[in-house]
């Protein structure tokens, strides 16, 4: 009878260590996983900014290269303006 009582308090206690080792285990998981999801978080804000600003650059970039186009041009005719003069 002595023998059954303490084997049913070892098994008390190894049960109780689990759950609370398990608790424990998962307070920190949980923990770890909060903190990368924060993490991921910033550097995803952080991405969407730079696309964000790469996009308005992307839309610009043509007005600019039509811009530089007609300056050019106008340097062409510049140019050959002053080859006429000077002849």
């Not at 002595?2 to 080792?21: F, Q």
């Not at 993490?39 to 969407?48: A, G, P, Q, R």
């Not at 290269?65 to 007609?70: D, H, L, P, T």
């Amino acid at each position: 009878m002595e023998s059954i009582v303490v084997s049913v308090i070892s098994a008390i206690v190894t049960i109780v260590t689990v759950i609370i080792n398990t608790k424990a285990s998962n307070k920190e998981l949980t923990h770890k996983l909060e903190t990368q999801q924060a993490v991921f978080e910033t550097k995803l804000d952080n991405l969407t900014s730079e696309v964000r600003e790469h996009n308005g650059f992307a839309r610009r970039m043509p007005v600019v290269e039509e811009q530089i186009k007609v300056i050019n041009h106008r340097i062409e005719d510049l140019e050959h303006e002053n080859q006429r003069a000077n002849s």
